[in-house]
């Protein structure tokens, strides 16, 4: 079936930390790939995506590459701030939902002390 | 307004009763999704339209879950009879077309709580 893995958290790092958060997927098919975030009090935002395989997406210093040979779209950031504390998101544009539906991992809590 | 618009922010119901949950997408957007997530998970995919047509419900969880969208625009999502396993936030979202890689906009959601 079509799922989204991603790491458990919560993860908590110090400022200025290098950051992964692992994201790996099942398809059957060729999906697009997405990190969202979920600030306290607010809505879903998309961070970034990637649409086909060896695509970066980037943005806010953040980053995750579509390797369709581990299914996988870890998402990095070099220098963490304690700003995006926030709970991050992967997901995929196979499942329900026609062409944009979205089928989301659970999301991992990430905590950054100053 | 500029952006996905949800209301009520907050619900709570007594088990048994109805709700409604309004949302009102971004103007011009044609496909219209609800999720609903419950505490400390993510998402899940509940129903899709494409302007009023409901295309994709197969995430209702049951038949006491209704959702319309009868003029392409503003869309409801209908709880009846509600449960205890119900209390979670209704998300809804908009985009502009049905094509991969299309931005996906977000509500703040739609927390219920039902007591």
């Known amino acids: 079936g079509n799922s989204v893995t991603q790491m458990e958290g919560p993860v908590t790092l110090s400022e200025e930390a290098f950051l992964t958060i692992n994201c790996t997927y099942t398809?059957?098919?060729?999906?697009?790939l997405f990190w969202y975030v979920q600030y306290p009090g607010e809505g879903l935002q998309l961070l970034l995506k990637a649409t086909k395989a060896d695509d970066k997406g980037s943005n806010k210093g953040f980053e995750a590459t579509y390797r369709k040979e581990t299914t996988s779209f870890h998402l990095e950031k070099g220098s963490v701030q304690v700003s995006d504390s926030a709970v991050y998101f992967c997901a995929h544009n196979l499942g329900g939902g026609g062409a944009d539906g979205l089928t989301f991992g659970k999301g991992t809590h990430l905590i950054i002390q100053p | 307004g500029a952006g996905v618009s949800q209301s009520p922010r907050y619900k709570v119901a007594k088990r048994g009763q109805d709700v409604a949950l309004r949302c009102d997408p971004i103007?011009?957007?044609?496909?219209l999704f609800w999720y609903q997530q419950a505490l400390g998970q993510g998402p899940e995919f509940l129903t899709y339209?494409?302007?009023?047509?409901?295309?994709?419900k197969s995430g209702l969880p049951s038949d006491r879950f209704f959702a319309e969208r009868p003029e392409g625009s503003v869309s409801t999502l209908k709880i009846q009879r509600t449960q205890q396993e119900d209390s979670a936030v209704y998300l809804c979202?908009?985009?502009?077309?049905?094509?991969?890689?299309?931005?996906?906009?977000f509500g703040e959601g739609s927390w219920l709580t039902v007591v």
């Open positions: 339209f494409q302007n009023e047509a409901q295309l994709d």
């Open positions: 979202a908009s985009s502009l077309a049905g094509a991969p890689g299309n931005t996906i906009y």
């Open positions: 398809a059957t098919g060729y999906p697009s």
């Open positions: 103007s011009g957007h044609v496909s």
